[in-house]
């Protein structure tokens, strides 16, 4: 079966970083994504790891391990826009072009003056 | 377009009516993903397509559940004889396709679906 677990929410001050944790049990593993999500709108494309490693990408960094089956993502300098529900995705398959993902419930993160 | 579209933003039905929602992917876009989220949920798969096949249907929660794809693009999901707990969003995804190792999904805004 999939299961992946995300904290439910989160606060934290703006300028400050957060770290959001997930972890995956899954059957197979291809690829872990964050995506961000405002109320009301589309998730949106943050960050995408397959290999053990930290990928960094602005004020946003997404760390993954394999072995323990978990991964975070880092948001420095917090922005009160950052404020949103971050999203995170396993993609557990590694035949064919395409794939579903498995997405856990969501973090909210609230981001306070 | 640039991004993924959907229509209709938001639908109200009463229970037992048939909707059809649409998705346009992004131009190019050979695969088509469906997926439902529900009010504190997370995302649910429901189908996808590459091209106008649909290899992975195994999320569809009933048979009142259908999608098509017509000439590699636009997808519609038909909801047959809905039900109140249908009510939910559902979002419309795309990606290339091509390469498995480098593939990511784009999300359309959604349709909300209301059954009363």
């Known amino acids: 079966g999939q299961n992946i677990d995300q904290p439910t929410e989160m606060t934290a001050t703006e300028g400050a970083i957060v770290q959001i944790n997930c972890t995956y049990q899954?059957?197979?593993?291809?690829?872990l994504f964050w995506y961000q999500q405002h109320a009301g709108e589309a998730p949106t494309f943050l960050s995408y790891?397959?290999?053990?490693g930290l990928e960094e990408k602005g004020r946003f960094s997404s760390f993954l391990s394999r072995s323990k089956g978990y991964s975070y993502l880092l948001l420095k300098e917090l922005q009160m826009k950052d404020s949103a529900s971050y999203l995170c995705?396993?993609?557990?398959?590694?035949?064919?072009?395409?794939?579903?993902?498995?997405f856990g419930t969501g973090t909210r993160l609230q981001v306070t003056l | 377009g640039a991004g993924v579209s959907q229509s209709p933003s938001n639908k109200v039905t009463e229970k037992g009516k048939d909707v059809e929602l649409r998705c346009d992917p992004i131009?190019?876009?050979?695969?088509l993903y469906w997926y439902r989220q529900s009010l504190g949920q997370g995302l649910e798969f429901l189908i996808y397509?590459?091209?106008?096949?649909?290899?992975?249907k195994s999320g569809l929660p009933s048979d009142r559940f259908s999608a098509e794809r017509t000439g590699g693009s636009v997808s519609t999901l038909t909801i047959q004889r809905t039900q109140q707990e249908d009510s939910a969003v559902y979002l419309c995804?795309?990606?290339?396709?091509?390469?498995?190792?480098?593939?990511?999904?784009?999300f359309g805004p959604g349709t909300r679906l209301t059954v009363l």
């Open positions: 995804a795309s990606s290339v396709g091509t390469d498995l190792s480098t593939d990511t999904q784009y």
């Open positions: 899954t059957s197979g593993f291809n690829g």
């Open positions: 790891n397959v290999l053990d």
């Open positions: 995705a396993v993609r557990d398959t590694d035949t064919g072009t395409a794939s579903k993902l498995t």
């Open positions: 131009s190019g876009h050979t695969a």
């Open positions: 397509f590459q091209g106008n096949s649909a290899p992975d």
